[in-house]
């Protein structure tokens, strides 16, 4: 299966969920955990999920716009540190 249609599998069993671990995501799509971690931090870096503390949850439009803003927009005066928004420190 190609890497795009096993993020596609993925994201969408999150998505179904409100939230899920990386064991019931391998079950539930009949995937090896190793593709599943692949698949994951693929997502993860599309900004398209979040893990905290063994949990997977999908990310709302709004978060994942928020986000993609924080990452690439240098002049906003904010950014996230661990899931908390926090003012951008000033570079002198």
Known sequence: MKEADMDWLVYHII???SSIIAKGLAEKSGLT??????????LE???L????????????VG?????CQAKYDN???YTFEDGVI?????EP
């Open 45 to 47: 870096r599309s900004l």
């Open 33 to 42: 955990e190793a593709e599943i971690t692949g698949s994951l931090n693929r």
């Open 86 to 90: 926090k003012a951008r420190k000033k």
């Open 63 to 67: 978060e994942a716009l928020i986000k």
């Open 15 to 17: 998505a179904q969920e």
């Open 49 to 60: 999920i979040d893990r905290k503390d063994g949990t997977i949850k999908a990310l709302s």
């Open 75 to 77: 002049s906003l005066p």
